[in-house]
């Protein structure tokens, strides 16, 4: 039986989770630099790693409430470098059947629940999740 490693987070509200393997740092949000055209995909540009990286808005995506975000999420995605807003880190789960999911956000699910009770949360699609990023900002 393989398992796999998360980090659960929330943003927007929500619990949810991200593949570790995708995941490289969390960084403050000091100043977000506006994209013009950007069609209610980003937020803007944030300085991190060492170059601007897309500030994704997983909100909209996601059709989920805006929340307070202070903390920007880091994930690579396909080659790409994305940051995702996000209100606080949780910690790393481990998680052995994650239902395949083809939309943005899995069903809600309980995640880690072996260990300390668990959240209720939702998984993120990566490939999704970039897809429907390129939707938004790409020209058909």
């Known amino acids: 039986m393989s398992h796999s490693n998360f980090l659960l987070f929330r943003a927007a509200g929500r619990t949810l989770a991200l593949s570790s393997e995708l ?3 969390v960084v403050p949000i000091e100043h977000i630099f506006s994209v013009p055209g950007a069609a209610g ?8 790693a060492g170059r ?3 500030l994704v808005d997983l909100a ?3 059709g989920l409430e805006p929340g307070n975000n202070e903390l920007a999420l880091i994930c ?3 080659g790409e470098q994305l940051a995702l807003p996000v209100t606080e880190v949780i910690g790393v789960i481990q998680e052995e059947n994650i239902p395949q999911n083809t939309n943005l956000l899995s069903e809600e699910t309980l995640l ?5 009770g668990g959240h209720k949360g939702q ?18």
């Open 23 to 25: 995941t490289r740092q």
């Open 41 to 48: 995909a980003l937020l803007g540009l944030i300085p991190a």
């Open 52 to 54: 601007a990286l897309p």
């Open 60 to 62: 909209a995506l996601a």
């Open 76 to 78: 690579e995605v396909a």
């Open 112 to 116: 880690g629940g072996y260990f300390g």
């Open 123 to 140: 998984v993120i699609n990566p490939q999704t999740l970039l897809r429907s990023l390129q939707e938004r900002i790409l020209p058909s």
